[in-house]
């Protein structure tokens, strides 16, 4: 029980059970967010139960757990997504919380139901605040009638391409037609008149049916050049619900994130409280508990609009916690646990600067097209106002049965300029060899002047990544992979059998331009 609550607290009286165990966590996950939850809970004294597929026996967070169980093949339906062989896992290691990370079973309500049947306690949201937000047009139903804007459109599907026409007219083009049981871009068309509307609610059906089991389609008027700016939210069962601040989320590509910043550079003092403000109430409104976003479409004019929730931990949360100064992992524990928040009440406030960038094992001068195997060295940013949150080391191989992220690099500085001159820094000491990553995308980012000004939105991507990546990287570059490549081939031989790091093999090849050339560099 906390020692002090604020005054103006509605109830001193924790609502829902109170204090539960949560002595051993099994984390439903894997990677990166696996061993970010581990640390919390050791460092809360809580053991860790890890899960891993046949693909993850060489995992960090199998090693970095108290406890690991094998789940299954790799493939995600056999093993991370597999309710029944994550329940049976729980039982058999005695853990009495299952924390779900992000992706995977995070933010499915049955899985929420199926943990606490089974007198678990599921370290996030109720089921109904989970389902309450999952069907978009029930969150629109349920914003709206808070009092929070939401983007102008229906808060029921249409019936048919020819109400969809209708309502369009009514709206005014272009509109933006999306699937009820959507979210991130799936079964997404914008429609620019009336001409394309049937075809485009036809496509849009069937890309919905076949994601998700659900082919129904509203309609919202179509936002231009709209930022993605996000709140952090916390929910106790005392009755605190504070806010984080934002998240800057508007350099993505095909809706998947590459960079995050805290704060975003286009938000003020203002604009935060007023989001602050109306992302407690959407969370309040549908009575949430943990850790969420709100996620928001802010317009050039400064107005934004609700679109939705995320009900589970995010992975860009760490620039939030660098700014603020707050475990977010350490508050889902807590308030899993029928403890209260330890964020205070009134609003805090961010101190200096974090930004991002999600390193992934994938092509930027290919498409960004997803890479396979073998870490062959990994060399770790370190130093003041860095943060490395990974969940792969030298030696892991990468394969496509799940996400490429191979971690994310955060740096923090008093200002935007100081975070940014950081992780330039930071992301030159980053070595990662074996096969391509986004980190030379990221590098050039940050030389981007339309970056380096904050004056950016969603379509950042998509109007300057190809001027971004139109050079290779420099002949420098590649001999510094060579030769890393070499030193990481040396020191795995150096024991068994002695090598001349700088002189040819029986082929006539150097190290350097052999690693060069079997990482395709050359
Ligand atoms: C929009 C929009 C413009 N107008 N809705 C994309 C993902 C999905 N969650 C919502 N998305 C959008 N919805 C209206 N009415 C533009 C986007 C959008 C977007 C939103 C957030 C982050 C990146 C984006 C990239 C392209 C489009």
Same mark, same amino acid.
């Given at each position: 029980?906390?020692?002090?609550?604020?005054?103006?607290?509605?109830?001193?009286? %924790?609502?829902? +059970?109170?204090? @539960? &165990?949560?002595?051993?966590?099994?984390? /439903?996950? !894997?990677?990166?967010? =696996?061993?970010? $939850?581990?640390?919390?809970?050791?460092?809360?004294?809580?053991?860790?139960?890890?899960?891993?597929?046949?693909?993850?026996?060489?995992?960090?967070?199998?090693?970095?757990?108290?406890?690991?169980?094998?789940?299954?093949?790799?493939?995600?339906?056999?093993?991370?997504?597999?309710?029944?062989?994550?329940?049976?896992?729980?039982?058999?290691?005695?853990?009495?919380?299952?924390?779900?990370?992000?992706?995977?079973?995070?933010?499915?309500?049955?899985?929420?139901?199926?943990?606490?049947?089974?007198?678990?306690?599921?370290?996030? %949201?109720?089921? +109904?605040?989970? @389902? &309450?937000?999952?069907?978009?047009?029930? /969150?629109? !139903?349920?914003?709206? =009638?808070?009092? $929070?804007?939401?983007?102008?459109?229906?808060?029921?599907?249409?019936?048919?391409?020819?109400?969809?026409?209708?309502?369009?007219?009514?709206?005014?083009?272009?509109?933006?037609?999306?699937?009820?049981?959507?979210?991130?871009?799936?079964?997404?068309?914008?429609?620019?008149?009336?001409?394309?509307?049937?075809?485009?609610?036809?496509?849009?059906?069937?890309?919905?049916?076949?994601?998700?089991?659900?082919?129904?389609?509203?309609?919202?008027?179509?936002?231009?050049?709209?930022?993605?700016?996000?709140?952090?939210?916390?929910?106790?069962?005392?009755?605190?619900?504070?806010?984080?601040?934002?998240?800057?989320?508007?350099?993505?590509?095909?809706?998947?994130?590459? $960079?995050?910043?805290?704060?975003?550079?286009?938000?003020?003092?203002?604009?935060?409280?007023?989001?602050?403000?109306?992302?407690?109430?959407?969370?309040?409104?549908?009575?949430?508990?943990?850790?969420?976003?709100?996620?928001?479409?802010?317009?050039?004019?400064?107005?934004?609009?609700?679109?939705?929730?995320?009900?589970?931990?995010?992975?860009?949360?760490?620039?939030?916690?660098?700014?603020?100064?707050?475990?977010?992992?350490?508050?889902?524990?807590?308030?899993?646990?029928?403890?209260?928040?330890?964020?205070?009440?009134?609003?805090?406030?961010?101190?200096?600067?974090?930004?991002?960038?999600?390193?992934?094992?994938?092509?930027?001068?290919?498409?960004?097209?997803?890479?396979?195997?073998?870490?062959?060295?990994?060399?770790?940013?370190?130093?003041?106002?860095?943060?490395?949150?990974?969940?792969?080391?030298?030696?892991?191989?990468?394969?496509?049965?799940?996400?490429?992220?191979?971690?994310?690099?955060?740096?923090?500085?008093?200002?935007?300029?100081?975070?940014?001159?950081?992780?330039?820094?930071?992301?030159?000491?980053?070595?990662?060899?074996?096969?391509?990553?986004?980190?030379?995308?990221?590098?050039?980012?940050?030389?981007?002047?339309?970056?380096?000004?904050?004056?950016?939105?969603?379509?950042?991507?998509?109007?300057?990544?190809?001027?971004?990546?139109?050079?290779?990287?420099?002949?420098?570059?590649?001999?510094?992979?060579?030769?890393?490549?070499?030193?990481?081939?040396?020191?795995?031989?150096?024991?068994?059998?002695?090598?001349?790091?700088?002189?040819?093999?029986?082929?006539?090849?150097?190290?350097?331009?052999?690693?060069?050339?079997?990482?395709?560099?050359?």
């Amino acid at each position: 029980m906390p020692s002090i609550l604020p005054s103006f607290h509605p109830s001193v009286v %924790p609502c829902g +059970a109170g204090s @539960r &165990a949560v002595k051993r966590v099994l984390i /439903a996950n !894997r990677g990166e967010i =696996a061993c970010r $939850i581990i640390r919390a809970c050791h460092e809360e004294g809580i053991e860790a139960v890890a899960v891993y597929s046949e693909a993850d026996r060489q995992s960090p967070h199998v090693r970095a757990a108290d406890t690991a169980v094998e789940i299954g093949p790799p493939p995600a339906k056999d093993s991370y997504l597999n309710v029944d062989r994550l329940l049976g896992a729980a039982r058999h290691s005695g853990a009495d919380a299952v924390h779900p990370g992000y992706g995977f079973l995070a933010e499915r309500a049955h899985f929420a139901e199926a943990v606490e049947q089974a007198g678990l306690t599921f370290i996030g %949201p109720p089921a +109904a605040a989970i @389902r &309450a937000m999952g069907e978009k047009t029930e /969150a629109r !139903r349920r914003m709206a =009638a808070a009092g $929070i804007p939401v983007v102008p459109g229906t808060n029921d599907p249409v019936r048919d391409a020819a109400e969809a026409s209708q309502v369009a007219r009514e709206i005014g083009f272009p509109v933006m037609l999306k699937a009820v049981a959507g979210g991130g871009g799936k079964g997404m068309r914008r429609v620019e008149d009336s001409s394309g509307i049937a075809s485009a609610f036809k496509a849009a059906s069937s890309e919905a049916q076949s994601a998700f089991g659900d082919g129904a389609i509203y309609l919202e008027k179509f936002l231009e050049c709209p930022r993605h700016v996000e709140i952090q939210v916390l929910a106790d069962r005392f009755g605190h619900c504070v806010h984080l601040g934002e998240r800057e989320c508007s350099v993505q590509r095909r809706h998947q994130k590459l $960079i995050e910043e805290c704060p975003s550079p286009a938000v003020d003092i203002d604009l935060r409280i007023a989001m602050g403000k109306a992302a407690v109430q959407a969370a309040t409104s549908v009575g949430y508990l943990g850790a969420g976003t709100v996620e928001f479409l802010l317009t050039p004019g400064g107005r934004f609009y609700f679109l939705e929730m995320n009900t589970r931990l995010q992975v860009e949360h760490p620039v939030t916690e660098m700014v603020y100064g707050v475990d977010i992992v350490r508050e889902q524990l807590r308030i899993a646990a029928g403890e209260s928040t330890t964020v205070p009440g009134r609003p805090m406030r961010p101190r200096g600067h974090a930004i991002e960038c999600r390193i992934t094992s994938e092509d930027p001068f290919n498409g960004f097209l997803p890479a396979t195997g073998r870490i062959e060295f990994l060399r770790i940013p370190t130093g003041p106002g860095v943060r490395w949150d990974g969940g792969i080391e030298t030696g892991n191989t990468i394969g496509l049965f799940y996400d490429p992220l191979i971690g994310k690099l955060i740096a923090w500085g008093e200002t935007r300029d100081r975070a940014i001159r950081r992780m330039r820094r930071a992301l030159d000491e980053l070595v990662i060899v074996g096969l391509p990553t986004s980190q030379p995308f990221h590098r050039r980012v940050l030389d981007d002047p339309v970056f380096l000004s904050g004056d950016y939105d969603t379509d950042y991507v998509q109007r300057h990544g190809e001027k971004l990546l139109s050079t290779r990287p420099a002949r420098e570059t590649l001999e510094l992979a060579a030769i890393a490549a070499a030193m990481a081939e040396h020191e795995a031989r150096a024991a068994a059998v002695p090598i001349a790091a700088n002189g040819p093999d029986a082929a006539g090849e150097s190290p350097w331009l052999r690693a060069a050339r079997l990482q395709g560099l050359r």
